[in-house]
């Protein structure tokens, strides 16, 4: 096997058509998780024009591209799954039953140490250093939407009833409720981007459309598309004004649910869940296999979801001091974190005071 590593701009159109090949047949041979979009590399080339560490490398047996490996680098060698914070699934991409060495890959790589937050299950060879395992809620559309209504219908009856009464109350209440699957118009992006910046800024966090180069981002996957990737725009409207919308990328297979917004003054009719029922109807029909809501306990994940797919976080090494100093920086950042999050008596608290931080910096202003 020959290991080699390109910039993401370097790479042949051969070795892009053989990447995205890679993922449809894992696609056809039990592996959708690799066909994510966030494993595509029409993604890998998107954060590559905004960050100069991004890296591909391309193993290869007997002259043929059989796994290509996005990653990000430091000049010292500190490696990290590329768009990390962003990207809801991480790992090599490759050829059914490929099998590989971590610590060889990282050298190849010239990483000391490779950080990951969502990698994909089914990865052995970087799951022996994960730290962790979490759920990662899906909404399986496979058998049409009637099929994934009767599936949540099943264990939430009265959520679907209620979110369905509340799409006729508002088109009673404000007129024709109309939904477009693949909207084109840019204005209606910066509408959610602007939506999800205040949200950002209510609930306290760390408001991500306040970074240039995160909007440039969402803008160049917005336009891009191809039959094995596209970015979706989707949107509700309600007497002909947008009242949620949200932004991901699909794949043949997998629609990556990525930034979903609404209007807070719709907030009484549930804008969002009607949103999202709309999108599974449309996946549907278009022959997805399933939309992937992320990593993260959320309320209307629960309601919306069929079943859970399983990521990791923690970090490959090999024998290396940037590794042993690297780790020692995170470890306690990501077990604090984790501890939060994982407990409902700390994690509520914790958002009722991002969200009095948000109330406060908006009062500020």
Known sequence: MRISVHRPGDLTAADRAAWAAVQSQAATMGSPQLDNPFLAP??????????????????????????????????????????????DCQGLVHRPGFQWDARELLRACGLAVWEFDHLVDGQKPFEEGAGGSFPSPVMDVEHGYEAYLGQIRSHSPKFVRTTLAKERKLGRDLGAVRYVHD???PAALRTLMEWKSAQYRRTGRSDRFARPWIVE??????????PSFAGLLSVLYADGHPVAAHFGMRTPSVLACWFPAYDPAFAKYSPGLIL???????????????LDLGRGEKEYKESLKTRDLVVSEGWVTRPHP????????????????????????????????????GRLRAGAR
């Open 276 to 290: 999202h029922l709309r999108m599974a109807e449309a996946a549907a029909a278009e022959g997805i296999a399933y």
């Open 42 to 87: 029409e993604f890998t080339l998107a954060v590559g024009r905004h960050h100069r560490g991004v890296r591909v490398a391309v193993m290869r047996e007997e002259g043929e591209p059989v796994a290509f490996f996005p990653f990000q680098r430091t000049a010292a060698g500190v490696g990290r799954a590329v768009g990390l914070g962003l990207s």
């Open 322 to 357: 940037v590794a042993l100093g690297h780790r020692a920086r995170r470890a306690p950042v990501r077990a604090l974190r984790n501890a939060v999050t994982a407990r409902p008596r700390l994690r509520e608290p914790a958002d009722r005071l991002l969200k009095r931080v």
């Open 217 to 226: 981002l969402v803008e160049h996957l917005f336009h891009s598309r191809s």
């Open 183 to 185: 909207e084109r118009d």
